[in-house]
């Protein structure tokens, strides 16, 4: 059964550095999306994107924050100057024309 | 330091009992509701959905109730598993996919 995939499955880094997460949602897909999970809490909506643009994104996600589909499988997130409340699981999701999104098992990102 | 964080509401049940697991959803608009199942460490995996003209629809040993009038989902899992111990969330549609979670309930089964 095809799956969501993401890479790494952990990144520790410095505040201030930049991060690249990485997604490779289900082949078929057309939608994809990126939300977090900050400790202990709940899932957080991050943005979508189809089409090769954003089609909606939270409060959450400021400036510091990019998405791209630089290919025709990867979908990547990136935190241009991480800040310590950037901690979090990132989950990447993917959808097909239906609306059910189908989530990726996580990078655990860890800022020092 | 001291943690913060959500506590979970945690139902505890019996192997093969059945677990009824309760939503409360924010949103009248919205039109599309899923539940999931997030294991310790995993993504939140897919488990079933409903939209906002049906109050009821099965899966495999799981059932969603919708009632709109109250804005609550539940969700019915029969003849409980060990597998399925994990936190369950439910998710609403508000609109361009942007899905809303809950704050998720713990389900312990105890063999």
């Known amino acids: 059964e095809p799956e969501v995939t993401q890479t790494p499955s952990h990144q520790v880094t410095q505040m201030g550095q930049e991060v690249i997460l990485r997604c490779v949602p289900i082949s078929n897909h057309l939608y994809f999306y990126w939300y977090r999970q900050i400790l202990g809490q709940k899932v957080e909506f991050l943005v979508s994107f189809y089409n090769n643009e954003i089609s909606e994104k939270s409060e959450i996600f400021d400036d510091q924050f990019s998405v791209e589909r630089p290919d025709g499988s990867n979908f990547t997130l990136k935190i241009r100057s991480t800040k310590l409340e950037d901690s979090a699981m990132y989950f990447c999701?993917?959808?097909?024309?239906?609306?059910?999104?189908?989530f990726g098992p996580g990078t655990r990102l860890l800022v020092l | 330091g001291e943690s913060v964080g959500l506590h979970l509401p945690t139902l505890s049940v019996q192997e093969g009992d059945n677990s009824i697991i309760n939503c409360a959803y924010s949103n009248s608009a919205s039109d599309y509701f899923i539940w999931y199942k997030q294991e310790s460490g995993k993504g939140p995996q897919f488990i079933i959905d409903?939209?906002?003209?049906?109050d009821k629809r099965q899966g495999q040993r799981v059932t969603v109730l919708l009632n709109k009038t109250v804005k609550h989902l539940s969700l019915q899992i029969a003849a409980t598993q060990p597998g399925d111990s994990a936190v369950y969330f439910c998710a609403e549609n508000l609109g361009n996919n942007r899905l809303a979670f809950g704050k998720g309930n713990q389900v312990v089964v105890i063999p």
């Open positions: 409903i939209r906002s003209n049906m």
């Open positions: 999701a993917s959808g097909g024309v239906q609306e059910t999104q189908y």
